[in-house]
């Protein structure tokens, strides 16, 4: 296992609950009933309430991240407090959805501006880390926001009503492309250090399967092509993720 598991489940998860938030800006999931408005910021505050507890764990004492975030200019501080700030927005379009039945457009916007801070904190907090070649360099950034938004967005068009699908399975098509061409730059940035790069080319050619799937359903509209492109890209990224922090 690699040593730095709990920043992995940290990043992975959180990076797709910031990204499904805002791919959901842009394409809200829809207001058939109370529970189905309200699956997205609840997914969201669960898969946002596991990577916070795994941030806390990546100091092996979660009590020690309070001197962490004492220290503002630290990158586990920038990633906690982007957390607690998108956390509050989840929660209170939870609260609001549960008992209007929706929360306000405008929310949903601060929350996507929120996740965008979110998934910035996580990017630029390995790009800083100029110890480690590896992860301190620009191909990090795009590595890890690319990444977030393919998955937020083949999530969404998964959730979203039939008649919404064509519109964000395509968005979702142009952030795969992006992902995979940022997963490339990472793979050949690996490569000219000398590191293993199996798991950013596997990673890779599935997050490329995802985006084929993607394409296909913006035109078909299938349930089945629409399961099988989140499956593949939530796979894809978390496999290239995976061989990322292998490096350290």
């Known amino acids: 296992m690699i040593t730095e598991f709990p920043l992995y489940v940290f990043t992975?998860?959180?990076?797709?609950?910031?990204?499904?938030?805002?791919?959901?800006?842009?394409?809200?999931?829809g207001k058939e009933g109370r529970a189905k408005a309200c699956l997205l910021p609840l997914m969201c505050l669960v898969l946002l309430a596991i990577s916070a507890v795994a941030l806390l764990f990546h100091l092996g004492h979660p009590e020690r991240?309070?001197?962490?975030?004492?220290?503002?200019?630290?990158?586990?501080?920038?990633?906690?407090?982007?957390?607690v700030l998108f956390g509050a927005v989840v929660v209170t379009d939870l609260a609001l959805t549960w008992?209007?039945?929706?929360?306000?457009?405008?929310?949903?916007?601060?929350?996507?501006?929120?996740?965008?801070?979110?998934?910035?904190?996580?990017?630029?907090?390995?790009?800083?880390?100029?110890?480690?070649p590896a992860w301190g360099a620009l191909p990090t950034i795009p590595f890890f926001a690319f990444g977030d938004l393919a998955m937020?967005?083949?999530?969404?068009?998964?959730l979203v009503e039939k008649n919404k699908v064509e519109n964000i399975s395509r968005?979702?098509?142009?952030?795969?492309?992006?992902a995979v061409g940022a997963v490339a730059?990472?793979?050949?940035?690996?490569?000219?250090?000398?590191?293993?790069?199996g798991l950013l080319v596997s990673g890779g050619v599935l997050v490329a399967l995802a985006t084929l799937a993607s394409a296909a359903a913006s035109r078909k509209r299938t349930s089945a092509l629409l399961i099988a492109s989140f499956v593949l890209?939530?796979?894809?990224?978390?496999?290239?993720?995976?061989?990322y922090y292998a490096a350290l």
Do not use: D, H
């Open 12 to 29: 992975t998860l959180g990076g797709l609950a910031a990204g499904a938030y805002a791919a959901s800006a842009f394409s809200p999931i």
């Open 65 to 83: 991240a309070l001197n962490a975030f004492a220290n503002p200019r630290a990158g586990i501080a920038q990633e906690g407090f982007a957390s």
């Open 99 to 132: 008992k209007k039945g929706s929360s306000p457009r405008a929310l949903r916007w601060v929350g996507a501006v929120c996740a965008a801070l979110l998934m910035g904190a996580m990017a630029l907090a390995y790009c800083a880390l100029k110890g480690v």
């Open 152 to 158: 937020g967005a083949m999530l969404i068009a998964m």
């Open 171 to 178: 968005a979702a098509v142009v952030l795969g492309i992006l």
């Open 185 to 197: 730059w990472e793979t050949v940035y690996f490569a000219n250090l000398g590191l293993g790069v």
């Open 233 to 243: 890209v939530m796979a894809g990224v978390a496999l290239a993720r995976y061989g």
